[in-house]
């Protein structure tokens, strides 16, 4: 089936760690997208991608990292730098011209 | 900065009743509306798509129109049914916006109470 794969569903990270989360799309779109949410918040951008080797920080990307080097894959690393990295983590992709998104499952990452 | 409202937060209402749920813009060079619809834990599921040059969409019971002028879109879910309790989502793609973002509203929460 065509569609946005986010794993691990559930990812626990200790203090000064960083994890990876990942996120793969068979929908052969170009651009990929990571959003977090936090209660009371909405959803905000921490990093997108429009093409392979390329991608943009959003609005909330100090402590994140991001790579595009296949199509199909954009994986996002929380890194020890982001002081409160606790939230529901999103991928999207969407499909150039009407632009409509998809999303993933999430991922819900828990600093233990 | 483009800014999306939603009002109310929440809101409850008994089995078979229509819902009305509303999405505000403060800038209207948008690209296109997009409404989803989010269950607890879970990611987002995409419900209509509105282009700027259309003023509504339809699927099913579901039915989304738009006003660019005024800033608003609409999402009426005709004879709700309990199925229906879930968070609903507006969001909006800027004309010529840098990697075609989506700027979200913060959600309407709803009960639809058997």
């Known amino acids: 089936d065509g569609g946005i794969t986010q794993s691990p569903k559930y990812l626990f990270r200790k203090e000064g760690q960083n994890v990876t989360l990942s996120c793969e799309q068979n929908?052969?779109?170009?651009?990929m997208y990571w959003y977090r949410q936090d209660p009371g918040q909405g959803l905000r951008l921490i990093y997108y991608?429009?093409?392979?080797?390329?991608?943009q920080k959003g609005d909330i990307a100090e402590g994140y990292s991001v790579s595009r080097e296949k199509k199909e894959s954009f994986p996002l690393t929380v890194t020890s730098a982001q002081k409160n990295p606790t939230a529901f983590y999103l991928c999207?992709?969407?499909?150039?011209?009407?632009?409509?998104?998809?999303f993933g499952q999430g991922t819900r990452l828990t600093v233990v | 900065k483009q800014e999306v409202t939603q009002i109310p937060a929440a809101l409850s209402v008994p089995e078979g009743e229509n819902l009305v749920l509303n999405c505000s813009f403060t800038d209207s060079a948008i690209y296109n509306l997009q409404w989803f619809r989010q269950d607890p834990g879970k990611g987002l599921t995409s419900l209509l798509l509105?282009?700027?040059?259309?003023r509504e969409q339809t699927s099913g019971r579901l039915n989304a129109s738009l006003d660019k002028s005024s800033g608003r879109s609409t999402l009426y879910i005709a004879a709700s049914q309990p199925g229906d309790s879930a968070t609903y989502l507006c969001a909006v793609i800027m004309i010529k916006a840098a990697g075609n973002k989506l700027t979200f509203g913060g959600g309407t929460r709803v009960l639809v109470k058997p």
């Open positions: 509105i282009q700027s040059s259309q």
């Open positions: 991608s429009q093409i392979v080797n390329d991608f």
């Open positions: 929908l052969n779109h170009d651009a």
């Open positions: 999207a992709s969407s499909v150039q011209g009407a632009f409509e998104a998809f």
